[in-house]
């Protein structure tokens, strides 16, 4: 049988066809792969020519579900303003240097091209239609917020993208918002089988927050069996909204505690060494937070690159100002009037006034602005728990002060000397101990650590001439409760009583839940008079 006309021999070697028609087959199969993609289909953007809102917000939808590379460009521009209808019916993307074909990409000219009127349909649309594009996006950060925005809208038109994306995607959190959206757009599909509501409703329940909850309350026609798995599903969430809650308000309260025990911790160790009741306690916090203030505006008019580290140079300046201003009042005021609390209760409150009056003119009366670094914003949830950054630190910060402040008295002869004059101060005395020195370094520590508290408050609290006056009393509250002069006495009184407010407020609200406060804490003090952690020493138990 004779070889067809043109045909090549098969190589006898190898029984293959030869190089030669190796590389012409390679060089067919290429041409034709260029000209697939040369040819492959435009996006069909005829609706967007339209003057009908409704048809344009048609075809944003259809330009979504098309999986056009395209399309993320197209909608970022309509979202943006820069997309145009020319009067040849054609749309254009308006660029920095030009227009641009939305069709091809290419650049070309606009004839008459105007910008594309959009309603507020059309806008919902478009950022809905943006969030269904983005599933399939490069970057991880615009996944995560495309599959929020899906779960949120509940689009169905977004199901088969989100398919697409559940099965190429590779991170868990990710790929779990993406299941979560799915679920919650199946259940408001009025088509969906029972399996695949019964599936929905399981991710649901396991993501617990109330947006889900309110999914399955409101399924369309929900067969006995979807019903009845929705209901067992809301009951669980119910269950842990309210232990969330709890969570919730002890947070909120052991923050209300720290920032009582960095107010209280300098006033537990001048009121148990001293036994000096200091109305202008609260003042020192003030001046911590003013201290804040000109740190902050100093670095913002001359170094605005430290600006992320303002309250780690805040923090040892106000702890010097106003240690430095507490060792001049107990050597100028203090030491005339120990053993006569009622002259010093008065002197003290007279000073307070006076350094709230020379703050207004020095500052002004009106609230200044101390800002947060980029570190203390923003918030993190965990679990059903949103944990503020600010409140976070302002803990860290507190337990970190309470730390060593217990490592001053315990390792330093400054604390050996403060703890033997707390304890028996004639004894002191007839140590050798100069107990005026130590009474001045003690007021002077007090002080300086209110100062500290001022800082972490300016992160909370509007900084203000009356800031100190807020937190006075209950500074005073937390000593007593605690034990006067007793560092681990005073923390505990200060989260005991930061938690009880927190959770008192939303049952009898903020006044009414102050008065309880202090009914209880004075049926305790009935009861223990030197608070819970009282200290011992002869001269103490005399």
């Known amino acids: 049988m004779g070889a067809r006309p043109g045909a090549q021999p098969l190589d006898p070697r190898r029984g293959r066809l030869p190089p030669s028609s190796l590389l012409k087959g390679v060089g067919v199969l290429v041409a034709l792969f260029m000209m697939c993609v040369s040819a492959r289909a435009e996006p069909d953007l005829s609706q967007f020519a339209s003057t009908s809102f409704s048809q344009i917000q048609q075809g944003v939808g259809s330009l979504a579900a098309s999986g056009d590379p395209r399309a993320g460009d197209i909608l970022a521009a309509l979202q943006a303003g820069r997309l145009l209808v020319g009067t040849d019916k054609q749309i254009y993307i308006k660029t920095d240097t030009g227009t641009v074909s939305a069709a091809t990409g290419q650049p070309t000219e606009a004839p008459g091209a105007r910008p594309l009127r959009v309603n507020n349909n059309v ?48 991170v868990p959190g990710i790929k779990r918002t993406m299941q979560e959206a799915r679920a919650a757009s199946l259940l408001g599909t009025d088509g ?73 911790a300098g006033l537990a160790i001048t009121f ?12 020192m916090v003030m001046l ?100 503020t950054n600010n409140r976070l630190a302002i803990i860290i910060f507190a337990v970190l002060v309470l730390a060593a402040l217990m490592a001053v008295l315990r390792y330093t002869s400054l604390g050996l000397r403060m703890r033997a004059v707390t304890q028996n101060r004639r004894m002191a005395a007839a140590m050798g101990i100069r107990t005026p020195w130590v ?86 003090i009935q009861r223990r008079p030197r608070g819970m952690f009282p200290l011992k020493g002869r001269a103490v138990e005399a």
């Open 123 to 170: 806008r919902v649309a478009v950022d809905t239609a943006l969030g269904i594009v983005r599933l399939l996006s490069t970057d991880p950060a615009q996944r995560a917020a495309a599959a929020e925005a899906v779960f949120h809208s509940r689009d169905t038109s977004a199901i088969a993208v989100l398919d697409k994306a559940i099965a190429q995607e590779t």
């Open 192 to 264: 969906s089988s029972d399996a695949d509501r019964l599936a929905s409703i399981a991710i649901l329940s396991n993501r617990g927050d109330m947006e889900s909850r309110s999914f399955m309350s409101s399924i369309p026609n929900p067969s006995p069996p979807v019903a009845a798995a929705a209901g067992k599903a809301i009951d669980s969430i119910d269950l842990w909204q309210k232990v969330w809650t709890v969570v919730q308000g002890a947070f909120y309260g052991v923050s209300l505690g720290s920032v009582l025990l960095l107010a209280a």
């Open 272 to 283: 148990g060494v001293m036994g000096v009741i200091n109305m202008a306690h609260g003042e």
């Open 288 to 387: 911590g937070a003013y201290t804040t203030f000109v740190v902050q505006e100093a670095i913002r008019n001359y170094a605005p690159g430290l600006f992320g580290a303002s309250l780690f140079i805040a923090v040892p300046m106000a702890f010097l100002v106003s240690g430095v201003v507490g060792v001049a009042i107990e050597r100028c005021l203090i030491r005339f009037l120990y053993g006569r609390p009622l002259e010093t209760l008065l002197a003290t409150w007279g000073l307070s006034l006076v350094l709230q009056q020379a703050v207004r003119s020095i500052f002004g009366a009106d609230n200044r602005n101390v800002g947060s670094p980029a570190w203390m914003s923003g918030a993190e949830q965990v679990g059903g728990v949103l944990i």
């Open 439 to 524: 009474d001045a370094m003690t007021f002077g520590l007090g002080s300086g650590i209110a100062g500290m508290a001022g800082v972490a408050l300016s992160q909370i609290d509007n900084v203000s001439p009356n800031l100190g006056q807020g937190y006075i009393i209950d500074s005073f509250m937390v000593v007593v409760f605690g034990g006067v002069g007793n560092l681990w006495g005073t923390a505990l009184g200060a989260l005991v009583l930061g938690v009880v407010n927190k959770f008192l407020e939303p049952i009898a609200g903020a006044v009414l839940g102050k008065i309880v406060v202090l009914v209880l804490l004075i049926a305790f």
